[in-house]
Nanobody, 124 residues
């Protein structure tokens, strides 16, 4: 079992920045690829970014490439999402999740543990 707790969301103006954190407890955190997803009202949960177990490989949705950076600190059992140049369309609840081994990184169904989410609101 893995427990995930996201934090760092809030209200920010367009062009601003936020840093999300996801603290993990339970199973060996450092063994798993981690992902960030987001879900806006009335929409599906979409992939945002992913990072391999050792941080050596990162993945991004085209919509956030160049603006968001995913990182992890396995000593602290924490994964981060640095979000810069935020846009109103980035407004959503952001979730972190643990990916099953061998599953596709950018698909929500590949992840079997999820946090409760943190709200990010970007005003224009």
């Amino acid at each position: 079992q893995v427990q995930l707790v996201e934090s760092g969301g809030g209200l920010v103006q367009a062009g601003g920045s936020l840093r999300l954190s996801c603290a993990a407890s339970g199973r060996t955190f450092s063994s798993y690829t981690m992902g960030w997803f987001r879900q806006a009202p009335g929409k599906e949960r979409d992939f945002v970014a992913g990072i391999s177990w050792n941080g050596g490989t990162t993945y991004y949705a085209d919509s956030v490439k160049g603006r968001f950076t995913i990182s992890r600190d396995n000593a602290k059992n924490t994964v981060y999402l640095q979000m810069n140049s935020l846009k109103p369309e980035d407004t959503a609840v952001y979730y972190c999740a643990v990916k099953r081994n061998g599953a596709t990184v950018k698909t929500a169904s590949s992840y079997n543990y999820w946090g409760q989410g943190t709200q990010v609101t970007v005003s224009s």
